[in-house]
């Protein structure tokens, strides 16, 4: 009885222990890991710990050596399996372990071993190949994924899944890692040459890149055999085969899946017995098994769905080893009664087309054969899916499966299907179609089918697809009808399958007559009250005039009228303007349209949009449109930018004479136009730069002789205008002329900007900035190559004109010169990218200037200037998507300008890096921690105030407040972008300062520590106490005699005080450990009669009783605000929000 009282005793002390430490790494990582090896060691130690049965292996010395499964691994697996054959034998009844809870100890064990995992979550590779020695004296190691595969074979249920589990999130982990680049995973081709990298990565061997896990040869056939014992068992337990089932699901998301053909298959059948077997009548079958083996099959069919999804098969195994197998029982499954198993069989089901897809150019076999098993295979789903689809008494779940089945099977296998089949299946899509309940999984069944007949793979079955020609009229027309519905969802779905269905298969169907109804449709919803569906429905539009010319006059009469008003719309850009200008260019090409009415009506609506600004949905109703209201804040200067695009659309797409014609109309206006004043001429002139400029970009206009030096003398002599929107258009039309005449226009730019005319310089930059954009647009849209030659000849030329400007005293001359050598860097990074570190080289690291000393201080000046050009030209190339490859070797170079005294360039520093963070998170990933987390850390608590004298009275400026704000928001976007690069506590104090900051720097932090509940609870955990200062004084903030604006300002500033209080407070861990210490401090005393424990006690209790007594302190303060009146309706509000 001693014995048992002691062991029962030291067990339990043994699993408190464990539960000490799962606590540790959870919530102090960072401080427990240098005794990590330590607790790996004890967890694998007692993760085996079962003194009262044997597993026949203990006493073999090097049984798990080869912790990595490799040859002696799989020996001792077959002796374990030749040894018990059945896991769960009789002679385990005669054991009885009411009285043994050891299993206790080997749980908590593999629950501290799961935390380890989710510690290391960012870079598990440790946990594959460092070894372990799991007991004293040994020789030899085991790495912990082969201790838990070696441990798939523990006796007690709940361990055993919490081991299967553990296994299963560290190979989730590993694979997100491998997708990262933080480590590489060896694929099933390239397995056997990288194994040496692997093993040297295992033994420490240099290298220097990412460590090479061969997981396919060395644990995979572990890990499918651990599973499939644990499948066959017959008396293993649901739980177990369900985590087997997923672990085997998350093994295909690696290289090499679950292995070759012999795996695959042996996985199927297991497969085959959890469904049912002989693949019989399911219903039948249904009604023995209970809810838990249901739960079962849907794990199982789970599991074959991504087996035949996932991409890391031989897909002419996996097909064989599916038609072989298992076809016959997943058509079975969805005849079975629990709706859940009945739409994951149809998902499966639908991915069946693509895997033979897939796997046909693989197959050897005759043509007559092929055929006939696609005839097979395409008869079975038929007979699957066509009772599904035609019932209405199902699921809402199981008729959007079934829907994706058909499409799937109509786009890829329709051409072993008969007429008769494809009939039917298209019938009962319409009518899915006119039903409400599934009209948008219709839509998008209906979207694939045509995308499918577009004959996009030329390699599907039948080549050109499915002939929609049956329903396309009736689903054409019942498209139409849904743009009348008020749900936006319906009418995005409607408008991107007529896309579809019109442009693949609206030849079979030239009923201009019906697409007059459809366009009439189409026009009635092109607003710029919503401009993607405008922009779809622009779309759709050209689609009907490609394809059915005959529209012309319908497009003419419902669609342009609303495209002309949207043509002036202020908020008309992006996606919609694209659209919009295709559009206007098809109406051209297809001469639906007189070219001199349409231009007559663009250019009336100059004046339309000064009267109306636009047309909006909200006009309807009475109520000012957006438009209206943008145009009436100044919105007219885009109206006429985007009016001047779609002329020079047209004129591009015309007939040489036409364009010539706008061409000399453009001239006259231009030089005429100088003669006379007032607002309405200065648009006209404004029109016709901007319209000249984006024709000069379309076509080359020095062609046609005297045009180019015309058109030159207009635009210098426009920078002389008195309004301002003519000389950024000038300025606007020289760059974009130059892009299709360069030889004419780009040695005046260049002349000019020698001239030294301080008033030009701006627009001449301006000018060339638009030049070298329009080359970068065209290299990203896919010009590549060609777009970077087309400058790349007159790099030489510009660049000392850029770099003579780089310390110029305009902030916008500099900004203009940044923007300029932004783009060239992502056009020509070779060049660029090492001068603009010399320029780094040379002018930084000297002292600020001083006011006193005139003489060095405009040098030193000049020098802070150049470096801030460089910091803004840098982050404009980040931004603009420059090769990281080649821009990462000079980013410490840049960086160096964090340490400058000048602010002004130390803070377009910290937007350089914040557009790195933002942009290019890997780009600075290594540099984090030696190059700019110092700077960071020293930035974040400066203070640099100053009073300033104002005569009567004084005011207090603080310099350092921008750098602040630019420091909270790089590490912002760091804990979202790369959490790993920073130390999450150490940020912790300087988050608690920035609460007690300025009202901007204090809203930053609110923000931050919002998100931070829910991404790090832990260290905020850890630092909530500092957090209650600030927040209490925020949220008892005075208002004073405030009022309008000024009352509201600050009624949002203690709402955002107490939004964060509110988030702290759900937070695990917060509230709640008071009344956890209590409890624990009751239940210690139990221990305190061994040394040991009484140890362990005592640093836990003073771990814990510190985070209690800050967590209290929060509470407290929490307690005290809930309370107050005044705080109750904000309150409310915030609970509303969450």
Same mark, same amino acid.
């Not at 070298?772 to 007159?794: F, K, L, P």
């Not at 470096?867 to 960086?895: E, N, R, Y």
């Given at each position: 009885?001693?014995?048992?009282?002691?062991?029962?005793?030291?067990?339990?002390?043994?699993?408190?222990?464990?539960?000490?430490?799962?606590?540790?790494?959870?919530?102090?990582?960072?401080?427990?890991?240098?005794?990590?090896?330590?607790?790996?060691?004890?967890?694998?130690?007692?993760?085996?710990?079962?003194p009262?049965?044997?597993?026949?292996d203990?006493?073999?010395?090097?049984?798990?050596?080869?912790?990595d499964?490799?040859?002696?691994?799989?020996?001792?697996?077959?002796?374990y399996?030749?040894?018990?054959?059945?896991?769960?034998?009789?002679e385990?009844?005669?054991?009885?372990?009411?009285?043994?809870?050891?299993?206790?100890?080997?749980?908590?064990?593999?629950?501290?071993?799961?935390?380890?995992?989710?510690?290391?979550?960012?870079?598990?590779?440790?946990?594959?190949?460092?070894?372990?020695?799991?007991?004293?004296?040994?020789?030899?190691?085991?790495?912990?994924?082969?201790?838990?595969?070696?441990?798939?074979?523990?006796?007690?249920?709940?361990?055993?899944?919490?081991?299967?589990?553990?296994?299963?999130?560290?190979?989730?982990?590993?694979?997100?890692?491998?997708?990262?680049?933080v480590?590489?995973l060896?694929?099933?081709?390239?397995?056997?040459?990288?194994?040496?990298?692997?093993?040297e990565?295992?033994?420490?061997?240099?290298?220097? %890149?990412?460590?090479?896990?061969?997981?396919?040869?060395?644990?995979?056939?572990?890990?499918?055999?651990?599973?499939?014992?644990?499948?066959?068992?017959?008396?293993?337990?649901?739980?177990?085969?369900?985590?087997?089932?997923?672990?085997?699901?998350?093994?295909?998301?690696?290289?090499?899946?679950?292995?070759?053909?012999?795996?695959?298959?042996?996985?199927?059948v297991?497969?085959?017995?959890? +469904?049912?077997?002989?693949?019989?009548? %399911?219903?039948?079958?249904?009604?023995?098994?209970?809810?838990?083996?249901?739960?079962?099959?849907?794990?199982?069919?789970?599991?074959?769905?991504?087996?035949?999804?996932?991409?890391?098969?031989?897909?002419?195994?996996?097909?064989d080893?599916?038609?072989?197998?298992?076809?016959?029982?997943?058509?079975?499954?969805?005849?079975?009664?629990?709706?859940?198993?009945?739409?994951?069989?149809?998902?499966?089901l639908?991915?069946?087309?693509?895997?033979?897809?897939?796997?046909?150019?693989?197959?050897?076999?005759?043509?007559?054969?092929?055929?006939?098993?696609?005839?097979?295979?395409?008869?079975?789903?038929?007979? #699957?899916?066509?009772?599904?689809?035609?019932?209405?008494?199902?699921?809402?779940?199981?008729?959007?499966?079934?829907?994706?089945?058909?499409?799937?099977?109509?786009?890829?296998?329709?051409?072993?299907?008969?007429?008769?089949?494809?009939?039917?299946?298209?019938?009962?899509?319409?009518?899915?179609?006119?039903?409400?309940?599934?009209?948008?999984?219709?839509?998008?069944?209906?979207?694939?089918?045509?995308?499918?007949?577009?004959?996009?793979?030329?390699?599907?079955?039948?080549?050109?697809?499915?002939?929609?020609?049956?329903?396309?009229a009736?689903?054409?027309?019942?498209l139409?009808?849904?743009?009348?519905?008020?749900?936006?969802?319906?009418?995005?779905?409607?408008?991107?399958?007529?896309?579809?269905?019109?442009?693949?298969?609206?030849?079979?169907?030239?009923?201009?007559?019906?697409?007059?109804?459809?366009?009439?449709?189409?026009g009635?919803?092109?607003?710029?009250?919503?401009?993607?569906?405008?922009?779809?429905?622009?779309?759709?539009?050209?689609?009907?005039?490609?394809?059915?010319?005959?529209?012309?006059?319908?497009?003419?009469?419902?669609?342009?009228?609303?495209?002309?008003v949207?043509?002036?719309?202020?908020?008309?850009?992006?996606?919609?303007?694209?659209?919009?200008?295709?559009?206007?260019?098809?109406?051209?090409?297809?001469?639906?349209?007189?070219?001199?009415?349409?231009?007559?009506?663009?250019?009336?609506?100059?004046?339309a949009?000064?009267?109306?600004?636009?047309?909006?949905?909200?006009?309807?109703?009475?109520?000012?449109?957006?438009?209206?209201?943008?145009a009436?804040?100044?919105?007219?200067?885009?109206?006429?930018?985007?009016?001047?695009?779609?002329?020079?659309?047209?004129?591009?797409?015309?007939?040489?004479?036409?364009?010539?014609?706008?061409?000399?109309?453009?001239?006259?206006?231009?030089?005429?136009?100088?003669?006379?004043?007032?607002?309405?001429?200065?648009?006209?002139?404004?029109?016709?730069?901007?319209?000249?400029?984006?024709?000069?970009r379309?076509?080359?206009?020095?062609?046609?002789?005297?045009?180019?030096?015309?058109?030159?003398?207009?635009?210098?002599?426009?920078?002389?205008?008195?309004?301002?929107?003519?000389?950024? #258009?000038?300025?606007?039309?020289?760059?974009r002329?130059?892009?299709?005449?360069m030889?004419?226009?780009?040695?005046?730019? +260049?002349?000019?900007?020698?001239?030294?005319?301080?008033?030009?310089?701006?627009?001449?930059?301006?000018?060339?900035?638009?030049?070298?954009?329009?080359?970068?647009?065209?290299?990203?849209?896919?010009?590549?190559?060609?777009?970077?030659?087309?400058?790349?000849?007159?790099?030489?030329?510009?660049?000392?004109?850029?770099?003579?400007h780089?310390?110029?005293?305009?902030?916008?001359?500099?900004?203009?010169?940044?923007?300029?050598?932004?783009?060239?860097?992502?056009?020509?990074?070779?060049?660029? +990218?090492?001068?603009?570190?010399?320029?780094?080289?040379?002018?930084?690291?000297?002292?600020?200037?001083?006011?006193?000393?005139?003489?060095?201080?405009?040098?030193?000046?000049?020098?802070?200037?150049?470096?801030?050009?460089?910091?803004?030209?840098?982050?404009?190339?980040?931004?603009?998507?420059?090769?990281p490859a080649?821009?990462?070797?000079?980013?410490?170079s840049?960086?160096?300008?964090?340490?400058?005294?000048?602010?002004?360039?130390?803070n377009?520093?910290?937007?350089?890096?914040?557009?790195?963070?933002?942009?290019?998170?890997?780009?600075?990933?290594?540099?984090?921690?030696?190059?700019?987390?110092?700077?960071?850390?020293?930035?974040?608590?400066?203070?640099?105030?100053?009073?300033?004298?104002?005569?009567?009275?004084?005011?207090?400026?603080?310099?350092?407040?921008?750098?602040?704000?630019?420091?909270?928001?790089?590490?912002?976007?760091?804990?979202?972008?790369?959490?790993?690069?920073?130390?999450?506590?150490?940020?912790?104090?300087?988050?608690?300062?920035?609460?007690?900051?300025?009202?901007?720097?204090?809203?930053?932090?609110?923000?931050?520590?919002?998100?931070?509940?829910?991404?790090?609870?832990?260290?905020?955990?850890?630092?909530?106490?500092?957090?209650?200062?600030?927040?209490?004084?925020?949220?008892?903030?005075?208002?004073?005699?405030?009022?309008?604006?000024?009352?509201?300002?600050?009624?949002?500033?203690?709402?955002?005080?107490?939004?964060?209080?509110?988030?702290?407070?759900?937070?695990?861990?917060?509230?709640?450990?008071?009344?956890?210490?209590?409890?624990?401090?009751?239940?210690?005393?139990?221990f305190?009669?061994?040394?040991?424990?009484?140890?362990?006690i005592?640093?836990?209790?003073?771990?814990?009783?510190?985070?209690?007594?800050?967590?209290?302190?929060?509470?407290?303060?929490?307690?005290?605000?809930?309370?107050?009146?005044?705080?109750?309706?904000?309150?409310?509000?915030?609970?509303?929000?969450?």
């Amino acid at each position: 009885q001693p014995d048992e009282a002691a062991m029962s005793l030291a067990n339990e002390l043994r699993e408190s222990c464990f539960a000490g430490f799962e606590s540790f790494i959870l919530r102090c990582p960072n401080e427990i890991e240098p005794h990590l090896s330590l607790i790996i060691h004890a967890a694998l130690s007692y993760m085996r710990y079962d003194p009262n049965y044997s597993y026949g292996d203990d006493d073999d010395e090097d049984g798990d050596s080869e912790g990595d499964g490799g040859e002696e691994e799989e020996e001792e697996e077959d002796e374990y399996s030749d040894e018990e054959e059945d896991e769960y034998s009789d002679e385990e009844d005669d054991f009885s372990d009411d009285d043994d809870d050891s299993w206790k100890v080997r749980r908590s064990a593999i629950r501290t071993l799961s935390a380890v995992v989710r510690a290391t979550e960012h870079d598990p590779s440790k946990l594959w190949i460092d070894e372990y020695a799991w007991r004293r004296n040994r020789t030899k190691g085991v790495t912990v994924a082969g201790a838990l595969v070696n441990r798939f074979k523990e006796r007690e249920e709940n361990c055993r899944v919490d081991v299967v589990d553990c296994f299963t999130r560290l190979l989730s982990t590993t694979v997100a890692a491998s997708a990262t680049g933080v480590l590489t995973l060896a694929s099933t081709t390239a397995a056997d040459a990288m194994d040496t990298a692997s093993d040297e990565a295992a033994g420490g061997g240099g290298g220097g %890149g990412p460590v090479v896990i061969d997981l396919r040869t060395k644990f995979v056939p572990a890990i499918v055999k651990a599973c499939e014992k644990q499948l066959g068992a017959k008396r293993g337990g649901e739980r177990t085969k369900s985590s087997a089932l997923a672990l085997l699901s998350t093994l295909c998301n690696a290289p090499g899946g679950v292995g070759g053909a012999d795996q695959i298959r042996s996985v199927f059948v297991h497969v085959k017995t959890i +469904l049912g077997g002989s693949g019989g009548d %399911g219903r039948a079958l249904s009604r023995s098994v209970s809810v838990g083996s249901k739960s079962l099959k849907l794990d199982a069919l789970c599991l074959v769905r991504v087996t035949l999804a996932c991409g890391n098969h031989d897909p002419s195994d996996v097909r064989d080893a599916l038609l072989d197998v298992l076809l016959l029982d997943l058509c079975a499954s969805v005849n079975e009664d629990w709706y859940k198993v009945i739409a994951e069989a149809l998902r499966v089901l639908s991915e069946v087309p693509r895997l033979l897809v897939a796997a046909r150019s693989s197959k050897s076999s005759s043509a007559e054969d092929v055929k006939a098993e696609m005839d097979r295979v395409a008869g079975a789903l038929y007979e #699957a899916i066509e009772p599904r689809l035609a019932a209405h008494d199902l699921d809402q779940e199981i008729k959007e499966c079934a829907l994706a089945a058909s499409a799937s099977l109509l786009s890829l296998l329709h051409g072993s299907l008969s007429a008769e089949r494809q009939g039917r299946l298209l019938a009962l899509l319409l009518d899915r179609l006119k039903n409400e309940t599934t009209r948008i999984a219709a839509i998008k069944t209906l979207s694939v089918i045509g995308a499918a007949s577009q004959g996009e793979t030329e390699e599907k079955e039948g080549g050109g697809g499915v002939d929609l020609s049956p329903i396309l009229a009736d689903a054409v027309l019942e498209l139409a009808s849904l743009l009348r519905q008020q749900s936006r969802g319906i009418k995005q779905s409607a408008l991107e399958a007529l896309v579809i269905v019109v442009r693949c298969q609206g030849s079979a169907v030239m009923d201009a007559a019906m697409f007059d109804s459809v366009l009439k449709e189409l026009g009635a919803i092109i607003v710029d009250s919503d401009l993607h569906i405008s922009h779809l429905s622009l779309r759709a539009s050209m689609s009907v005039l490609q394809v059915c010319p005959a529209s012309g006059p319908s497009v003419k009469a419902h669609v342009l009228p609303s495209a002309l008003v949207l043509s002036t719309s202020p908020l008309l850009q992006d996606l919609a303007l694209d659209s919009l200008l295709s559009l206007l260019r098809q109406l051209v090409l297809s001469d639906a349209v007189d070219f001199a009415d349409l231009l007559s009506s663009l250019r009336g609506r100059l004046s339309a949009g000064d009267e109306k600004g636009g047309r909006s949905s909200a006009a309807s109703a009475g109520a000012p449109s957006a438009a209206a209201s943008a145009a009436a804040h100044g919105g007219s200067k885009q109206a006429v930018t985007n009016l001047a695009k779609c002329v020079a659309t047209i004129a591009a797409a015309t007939t040489p004479e036409n364009r010539e014609a706008v061409v000399a109309d453009l001239l006259s206006t231009l030089e005429s136009g100088s003669a006379t004043a007032g607002e309405g001429n200065a648009q006209r002139i404004q029109l016709a730069l901007l319209t000249s400029g984006d024709l000069g970009r379309m076509v080359d206009l020095s062609a046609t002789e005297g045009t180019a030096d015309r058109l030159q003398r207009i635009y210098v002599s426009s920078f002389d205008s008195s309004s301002d929107d003519v000389r950024h #258009a000038a300025a606007y039309a020289l760059g974009r002329a130059s892009v299709g005449a360069m030889p004419v226009f780009l040695p005046a730019i +260049l002349n000019a900007l020698e001239e030294n005319r301080e008033k030009k310089q701006y627009l001449l930059l301006s000018a060339l900035r638009e030049l070298i954009h329009c080359h970068q647009i065209e290299g990203e849209g896919g010009g590549g190559e060609a777009a970077g030659d087309g400058v790349s000849s007159s790099v030489p030329l510009i660049l000392p004109h850029l770099f003579k400007h780089c310390g110029d005293k305009e902030e916008g001359v500099r900004t203009m010169v940044a923007e300029c050598l932004g783009s060239l860097t992502c056009l020509q990074p070779d060049v660029i +990218l090492p001068q603009l570190r010399d320029l780094v080289q040379k002018h930084s690291g000297k002292p600020a200037a001083q006011l006193e000393e005139e003489g060095e201080s405009e040098e030193t000046r000049k020098d802070a200037l150049v470096c801030w050009t460089v910091a803004i030209s840098v982050k404009f190339a980040i931004a603009g998507k420059a090769d990281p490859a080649q821009l990462s070797p000079f980013m410490p170079s840049f960086l160096v300008l964090l340490q400058e005294d000048d602010l002004s360039v130390k803070n377009t520093a910290l937007l350089m890096v914040y557009s790195a963070v933002h942009h290019s998170p890997h780009l600075v990933a290594g540099l984090m921690q030696e190059h700019i987390l110092p700077s960071l850390y020293e930035v974040a608590i400066l203070n640099l105030k100053r009073v300033v004298d104002l005569g009567p009275f004084k005011h207090t400026v603080d310099d350092a407040i921008p750098l602040r704000k630019a420091a909270l928001s790089i590490f912002s976007t760091c804990l979202e972008k790369c959490p790993g690069c920073l130390d999450v506590p150490a940020f912790m104090p300087i988050l608690a300062k920035a609460l007690a900051d300025v009202e901007d720097v204090q809203l930053q932090a609110h923000q931050i520590v919002i998100s931070m509940c829910v991404r790090h609870p832990v260290p905020i955990a850890a630092a909530v106490e500092t957090f209650v200062e600030p927040l209490e004084k925020t949220c008892n903030k005075k208002k004073g005699q405030k009022t309008g604006t000024e009352l509201e300002r600050v009624n949002e500033w203690i709402k955002s005080g107490l939004r964060v209080m509110v988030s702290l407070s759900h937070v695990d861990g917060v509230v709640e450990w008071a009344a956890f210490v209590l409890v624990f401090v009751c239940t210690a005393s139990f221990f305190l009669i061994l040394a040991l424990t009484l140890i362990i006690i005592c640093c836990c209790l003073c771990f814990l009783r510190v985070r209690a007594l800050r967590c209290r302190k929060f509470a407290d303060f929490v307690e005290r605000t809930r309370k107050m009146q005044k705080f109750h309706p904000m309150l409310e509000a915030i609970n509303e929000e969450r």
